[in-house]
Every structure is written in structure tokens, then in C-alpha cells.
């Protein structure tokens, strides 16, 4: 069921299937009653990640507070999508935008990357958090996606659960076509990784096409820029073998 | 050919061809000396939007100063890419990056369209040029996209010429599937349309859908921002349709 983008939608950290009603903190009263200007009873819908979203009315309290009164549940808690999102990181503007993007094409787990053309030696995992979920209260998205610590692509790639196939854009792979390859693709668990905006390096990508879960697209004939081949490639890769498929349901979520 | 993306890039307005050395402007000394750091004769590419791209080396004068030498041609002028990408205006910011992603995704007509439900009364020619080149100069593509006054999406669509189709994301056709759609049109010059990030109205989408020359795809079960549909939808249109299909070169350029 689609969300119902008409309504302003909120984060909360806290249990909903109670229904007691939950004071707002001081970003969530400044963002309801001054980003928002809502009135006393507008109507708002809310998620906490595992309870599924619910109708709510704001009860204010004087000019700077009030309380959410919990109405009934609009949506069942999805299934955690299972795509992986693995990305060598960005400078911090671009970076926020592209996590914004990955929860937005439906990524389950958001894992960096370092390789060896990395721009940025740490993420901050904090900031990444809230931009993720801001993406998931604009764009109606239940599931809180999950970041993981990032990893240098060697280790990476030897620990990987091969039964899930990682698509990865290469930039030498330009005399092929990309759907025709994955639609190729056995049906299964998959990830999408982006490299960083110099590339992988050439010991990075004989790695890459060397082993058997991963299989490289190219991404036409003109350079991307990292945060376009990324939306690109999710929408490649949710569009031939992911939910984008219309009724195909894909509840299975693999455990790695 | 693909371009070489090791080296900077810059735009020039002038001829190329005479090999005559090109005296920088201010703008452009900033940017090769104190943003770049470029050493004396340190290489670069130009191009001007209609001769191709050639090789040149800066040759310093004094601090902040400088001429460019013109060496080689390297790549030849390519047709113009025949995608048009229509759009309605987002906030200044996202505008911005949104034009830079559909020069990458190969778009060589950019169209502003004033819909029921947009944000922008007007926009800033100037700024989305300045956009344009530059995703021109940091992705090697050596086609200037054009930039066409805004228009009320009536009198755009009454206008229209039919040969073009016309692909726009319907938030409402979440049952299909967007490659088959795609896959089955028939081959021809074609447009993309991203609607406001609150959506086409219901006229609006009631006439776009009774007309013969438009299709309407789903991108998905999520809703998704303005800015992430169009990089999308022009990764499935190129994709499926257009010049990411390996070996096939469309070098028809309708006139519209």
C-alpha cells in the first residue's frame, strides 16, 4: 500500500502500538510547529521502524510544545527490503544526498566502502542516520535501513555470503548492455556497488571481475558522476530483478 | 570514444580549430590556477561545443594569469543526443543538481515546464547554463545541451510534435512494470517528463494519459523526490530505448 504523501510524517523513537500519547522533543516541536506550522489537530502520520505507521493529531501546548495522540495504525510494518547499498564515500554534502537516495530506491543495509581512490578516510555515522531517515519520513518509507561500519573492500569482499550477487559499475564495460545482463542473473538476494568518483583501481576491479557473485554493467557511454551511476544502477537493478517488477513481492530477507 | 577523464576539462567560447592560444578569463584563471593548483604546462582538454575536444597546456603568466596552447584534436564533435528532458521546476538547489544529472544521463534538449503544482514561478537561465557546462566539463561530454524558455505544460503538450514520445512517471501506475513498457514501445525520438514533487494534478495526469504520444511508467513501490525520479526514469529510458545499449549509436537528430 502506497503511503499517503499528503501528510507530514515523522520519526519517533518510541513504541506506538500503545497508543500513549508522546511529547515531542525540541527539533520535533521546532520542525511540527515552526517548520511545519501545523495547527492544534492537524492530522500526521508516524513510524518508529517496527510498528508500521499510524495516524496521529498534535495536541499543542502553548506556543513551543505539545503531545501526539496516537490514532490507528494506516499501514502494517513492510518487510526489511533486502538490498544492500555498498558505496566508497563522498565528500560529505554529496554523501548525505547519496545515502538520502539509496533508502529512496529501497536499500536495506548501507555499507562503506574504502578503496584505494577514497576521498573521505571516515564517515560520520550520526549525520548519515539522520539523513536516512529524513529520506524515509519525505518519502513514506517504514523500514529503518541499517548502517554498517565501514570496511576496506578487501576484507569486504572475503567475508561475503556469495549467494548474494554484487553489481558493480564498471567504466571499461562500455560495449555491453546492461539490462540484458541482469536479467541474466540467477533470481536471489543482491547489492549495487558504487566506486569512489576516481574509480576503482585496476588491482580493485581484476579483484571485482575475478570473482563469481559479482557481476559488472556499464552505465553508457558518458562519464557519472558517483551519486548519478548510484540512483542509476538501483534503478537498473530494482527495475529488472528487484520490486520495482510490479507485483512481485520479494519478502524473503536473507540474514548477512 | 570515451573521454579521458584523468585530465581537466574546460570550456571555451571561442574556436578551436585555428590553434590559435586562448587568453583566460578571470573566471577561468581562478579555476585552473588557484582551484586546480595547474603547474606551467600542465596539460587540459577544451572543447566549445562544436569542434570536438582538443588537447592544451597552460602556459602561466605571472600569478594569475594565463594562455592555453592548442594542441591536438583528441575526439571528434558528436551528434547532438537527441533526449529531451522536461521537467518542472524544483527549489534553486536541487534545480541545479538536477539539470547537471540530465546532461550526464545524456539529455541534449532541457525544457522547464510550469505545472498546476509547482514550486518555481520562474527560473534562472543563466544559473542552469553555468550547471549544464559544468556537468559538461566534469562527466567529458562535448555537446552543449540546449536550455528552452519555461512553458505552461498545456501549450507544451498542444504543441508537441507526436514523432516524439513522451515517457513521464506516474505515481499512480504502481501495478506495471516499467522495462516491458519500455521495451515494447517503437524505436524513435524521445522525451522524459518529471513532474513537481507534489505530483501532476488530475487534469494533468488525465491528459497526459489520453494522449497517443505519451507513456506512463512506475518507478517502483516507494514514492521518490523529484530529483531521484528523473536520474531514474532516464536510466530506464537509456537503458531500454537509448544509448546505453552498448553498441547502438542513434545519430538521427529530429528537428523539435
Redesign the interface.
Known sequence: M??D?RLPRLFIDGDLSEAKPVVLTKDQSNYLLNVLRMDDSAPLLLFNGRDGEWRAALRRSGKKGGVLEIGEQVRPQPPMPDLHYLFAPLKVGRMD?MV??AV???AGIIQPVQTQHTQMPRINAGRLEANMREAAE????LTLAELRPMQKIGPLLEGWNPARRIVFCD?DA??????PILSRLTPGPMAVLIGPEG?FSDDERRMLRALPFVTAI????????AD?AA??????V???CG?????VHDDRVTDD
Chains 1, 2 share one sequence.
Open positions: 502506497r503511503a504523501y544526498y538520502q537516495k529512496e530506491m529501497g519525505q518519502c513514506g518509507i567504466e562500455t560495449d555491453d548492455d546492461p539490462v574509480g556499464p552505465l553508457g557511454p558518458r562519464i557519472l558522476r548519478t540512483v542509476a544502477a538501483l534503478a537498473l530494482q527495475a529488472v520490486d520495482w517488477r510490479g507485483n
